[in-house]
């Protein structure tokens, strides 16, 4: 098949993945560069190099035109989200609450999430406002204080605390086993001894997945509400599969079926929380105060997801949002020998359908990934009333921002212009940066460009701009055949580019949601640099020095 075609038909493919999932826009721009920088490596001709830079570049300006870009809180504004401890925390407690919720946040990429310490009971998270669906994502990681426990025949198996922070990620679709999504994970010896030794013969019993499993609690609701619509009617069967997944020793969830009065029901302690739907808070909740019961209501729904397991002939409970389970898978038989495994993982099934359904899956997947990151917080908490706050740097801000990279081109074409004094240089190095800087934007656009991601931008420019300096200097000398001289240049191209990656790594993974931008606009330009736009412009001016 003509290289053209395969080309154009590349272009189509990932041209249709930005029209369908805006949400990965930026992602498949990625791919999309790395397959074209390997394309223009392997091809040889002047024409399938610039061809492989302009396809990438009808891409970058497909999506700006389409989907625009997203801009931090310096330029557009956001909304602070106050996380309030249920305590005071001082010293290195709050420390460790900010970073937990840094780390959390950081799972987020290039989207900007600002943390902040007020006081000793009050953390607050700043969010672009330009995203409603993702300041709702941000408040449901925040949400969770982050406690995960796997629960087998009613023994605590699984701790978060065992978990291995490194080993944490998204199981990409090829390992996913009939889920929509899923989370792997690896575990320290204590963990994975102590799972073998809850599990040990107990094959096909479901493992329980708790994310802020509630203590001292008890479910309130009609049989309506539990048995759902369109579940069957073994109310006997159904039942006790709920008690079954509630079950804890020494801390079991109570469950007690509203039938029209609350005879025989009363707190545990003075600290038992009541869980119950909005329309039976809005019945019986203040008789349940008035039994001395803290009232929480399960705003995500109570009523749980059954299903019938054939290897078991019994219902299970699938997942249950009140009481914070996920999953419930069954245990293989391969690892309820008393061996010890040290590798886990966390799935479920999406809502919705298309579109719908691959958001939704990719939005629980990086939820979990989010709170696991982040650890279990020291303090409980809650979520305040959030505010809109103004844009500290504002449009202003980001017009001269623009204007700033206008009048980089225009110091670049002055110096060209007098170091080298040849329009056949002179255009080819301005259409070059360009066309960077258009790519750029309209990758990390479909994230989010802050004060540090617009830095990274500008910098990039003009570590290429150096880079194409060097190729010209290298053309021009007159010692050694071209494809010497091309040799020798991009043997500095790719160190410079090496090193700048290098560089980078440290600040991407620290973990500071400040620099990210920074870090991720440096790498993502030395890159494209190197596999794009450098082959592009020594194809156009490899002759210069003949």
């Known amino acids: 098949m003509d290289k053209k075609m395969v080309l154009g038909a590349f272009v189509l493919l990932f041209a249709a993945g930005i029209y369908l999932y805006p949400v990965f826009a930026g992602l498949v721009l990625i791919c999309a560069l790395i397959l074209f920088g390997a394309l223009s490596h392997v091809w040889e001709g002047k024409e399938l190099k610039l061809m492989c830079l302009g396809a990438i570049i009808l891409l970058a300006g497909f999506n700006l035109v389409l989907h625009g870009m997203k801009f931090g809180i310096d330029f557009s504004g956001g909304t602070r989200i106050p996380v309030v401890l249920e305590q005071p ?31 000793d009971s009050q953390i607050n998270v700043e969010v672009p406002s330009s995203d409603p669906a993702f300041i709702k994502s941000v408040e449901d990681v925040l949400s969770q204080q982050g406690v995960y426990t796997g629960i ?25 086993q009939g889920e929509d999504w899923g989370v792997s994970f690896s575990v320290n010896r204590e963990g994975a001894e102590l799972f073998a030794s809850v ?21 309130v609701a009609s049989w309506d509400e539990l048995k759902g619509t369109g579940q069957a009617l073994d109310r006997e069967g159904m039942l006790t599969a709920m008690h079954k997944a509630l079950a804890l020793e020494g801390n079991d969830i109570g469950l007690y079926v509203y039938d029209g009065n609350l005879s025989g029901i009363g707190p545990r302690t003075n600290q038992t929380k009541a869980i119950v739907s909005r329309e039976m808070n809005a019945s019986i909740g203040d008789g349940l105060r008035g039994l001395g019961f803290h009232v929480v209501v399960a705003e995500d729904g109570i009523t749980p997801t059954l299903i ?66 982040g650890g279990a917080l020291p303090v409980q908490i809650s979520i305040g009333s959030k505010t809109v706050i103004p844009a500290p740097l504002g449009e202003e801000f980001l017009r001269l921002s623009i204007i700033g990279l206008g009048l980089s081109l225009v110091a670049i074409s002055a110096l060209v212009s007098l170091r080298y004094r040849k329009m056949s240089i002179l ?76 560089a980078m790594v440290p600040l991407l993974f620290s973990g500071m949601v400040e620099i990210i931008g920074f870090a991720i606009s440096t790498i993502l330009g030395a890159l494209l640099g190197l596999l794009l736009s450098r082959p592009a412009y020594a194809a156009i001016v490899e002759g210069i020095g003949d």
Do not use: C, H
């Not at 970073?99 to 989207?111: E, M, V, Y």
């Not at 025949?153 to 490194?166: C, N, Q, S, V």
């Open 89 to 119: 925390a001082q010293g290195t407690v709050m420390d460790e609450m900010v970073n937990s919720i840094k780390k959390r946040a950081s799972a987020f990429g290039l989207t900007e999430v600002k943390v902040r310490a007020v006081g």
């Open 199 to 219: 599990v040990n013969g107990k094959a096909y019993f479901p493992v329980y997945m708790f994310l802020d499993r509630p203590n001292d609690a008890v479910i």
């Open 427 to 502: 255009l080819p190095i301005i259409a070059i940066s360009t066309s960077e800087m258009i790519i750029l934007l309209s990758v990390i656009g479909s994230f989010t460009i802050d004060l540090a991601a617009m830095a990274g931008i500008i910098a990039a420019i003009g570590v290429g701009v150096d880079s194409q300096i060097v190729i010209t200097d290298e053309l021009l000398k007159k010692e050694g055949s071209r494809d010497e001289k091309l040799g020798k240049a991009f043997d500095i191209v790719t160190t410079t580019v090496t090193v700048a990656v290098f």
């Open 152 to 176: 087998v025949d009613g023994k605590a198996a699984m701790r978060g605390e065992y978990i291995l922070p490194g080993t944490i990620y998204q199981l990409p679709p090829s390992q996913l």
């Open 308 to 373: 019938y397991g054939e290897d078991t002939q019994e219902y299970i409970v699938e997942e249950w949002d009140a009481v914070g389970l996920l999953s419930s898978p069954s245990l293989s038989p391969d690892i309820t020998t008393g061996i010890p495994a040290y590798n886990f993982r966390i799935g479920g099934v999406a809502q919705g359908a298309g579109n719908e359904k691959a958001l939704s899956a990719y939005e629980s997947a990086k939820k979990i990934e989010s709170i696991l990151k």
